[in-house]
């Protein structure tokens, strides 16, 4: 059974930047689409990233522009550098493949205050 960790957070002032990473125990090389996830308190969990193997990534609306997704297919990892971050991108983010096949992992807290 694959599993997921998340890390990277931390506390970072507005207009900062992170670097989160997703490493697989086993390969996910056979999951072809996959992607980050976020939640913030009260809300509920949101794609905010996604790869396909061989496609271009996609972003929400909220992150364009300033998140840039990618992946190592060698390595089972994934990657989610985030830029000019914001207060509204306080959460705690995930990754897991698009139709969240995987046990969800705990998360990495990024927290964006100054």
């Known amino acids: 059974q694959v599993q997921l960790v998340e890390s990277g957070g931390g506390l970072v002032q507005p207009g900062g930047s992170l670097r989160l990473s997703c490493a697989a125990s086993?390969?996910?090389?056979?999951?072809?689409?996959m992607g980050w996830y976020r939640q913030a308190p009260g809300k509920q969990r949101e794609l905010v990233a996604s790869?396909?193997?061989?496609?271009?990534?996609n972003y929400a609306d909220s992150v364009k522009g300033r998140f840039t997704i990618s992946r190592d297919y060698a390595k089972n990892t994934m990657s989610l550098q985030t830029n000019s971050l914001k207060p509204e991108d306080t959460a705690v983010y995930f990754c897991?493949?698009?139709?969240?096949?995987?046990?969800w992992g705990q998360g990495t807290q990024v927290t964006v205050s100054s």
């Open positions: 897991n493949t698009l139709r969240k096949d995987i046990a």
């Open positions: 790869i396909v193997w061989g496609g271009t990534p």
């Open positions: 086993r390969s996910i090389s056979r999951f072809a689409a």
